[in-house]
């Protein structure tokens, strides 16, 4: 997972405040994705993004989330009015493509704690 | 409703045992891959299964995804206490003009000296 950077990799807010997650995606890949894990559990997709465009956010929840991959600079999932149960880990994965069976790389991920 | 599962949840063995892990769904995939993430890091690719029947090996462990291209398991022989990880399945559903790909909840391996 040498590559995709995640930043910060730890963040604590308050409740009803902002979080701002960022992730530089490997060098060339033009690809993100975004997941979320709690305690003990696999990865829940989140969203996918390719550069400017919001390709499925089928798994983002509509309300105070929202994600965007601009054509400069890295990916951000931005969280509004944070609530307790947002606290996880949030990972973001890069490709070069999506062509059949690319292979995604994962960041460090962002561990977010709302207190 | 969780489009893969795996078994068991929990495995916890002693160093030199060999252990079996499996990862199951209704659903066809075009591809499945297996990571390991260890505690406070993002998950690591271990291997890619593309064919029916196909096996892969990566040194003690054995990878082989189903005829039906719906299931794989994952065999380690002799395990390590470096073998200790989250390991977690991932299906490429090609629903549609893209690859979506989903994970499976996991197995948690303890691997005691």
């Known amino acids: 997972n040498a590559g995709v950077m995640q930043n910060p990799r730890h963040l604590v807010r308050r409740r009803g405040q902002e979080a701002r997650l960022r992730c530089s995606p490997m060098k060339g890949h033009s690809h993100v994705y975004w997941y979320r894990q709690l305690p003990e559990e696999g990865l829940k997709f989140m969203v996918y993004?390719?550069?400017?465009?919001?390709?499925?956010e089928s798994g983002m929840p509509k309300e105070r989330f929202s994600a965007e991959f601009p054509k400069e600079g890295p990916s951000i999932l931005r969280i509004q009015q944070v609530v307790r149960g947002d606290s996880a880990a949030y990972f973001c994965?890069?490709?070069?493509?999506?062509?059949?069976?690319?292979?995604?790389?994962f960041g460090q991920g962002t561990r977010l704690t709302v207190v | 409703t969780q489009l893969l599962e795996q078994s068991p949840q929990f495995l916890s063995i002693q160093e030199g045992e060999n252990l079996t892990v499996y990862c199951n769904s209704s659903s066809v995939f075009s591809s499945l891959q297996w990571y390991r993430q260890e505690p406070g890091e993002g998950p690591v690719l271990l291997v890619t299964?593309?064919?029916?029947?196909e096996v892969k090996k990566l040194k003690r462990l054995t990878f082989q995804f189903g005829d039906a291209r719906k299931d794989s398991s994952l065999h380690i022989t002799a395990a390590q206490p470096g073998d200790t990880g989250l390991y977690l399945c991932?299906?490429?559903?090609?629903?549609?003009?893209?690859?979506?790909?989903?994970f499976g909840p996991g197995t948690s391996l303890s691997v005691i000296p």
């Open positions: 994965a890069s490709s070069p493509s999506n062509g059949r069976n690319t292979e995604a790389f």
């Open positions: 299964v593309v064919t029916g029947g």
């Open positions: 993004l390719q550069k400017e465009n919001i390709i499925d």
């Open positions: 991932a299906g490429d559903l090609r629903e549609t003009s893209y690859d979506k790909v989903i």
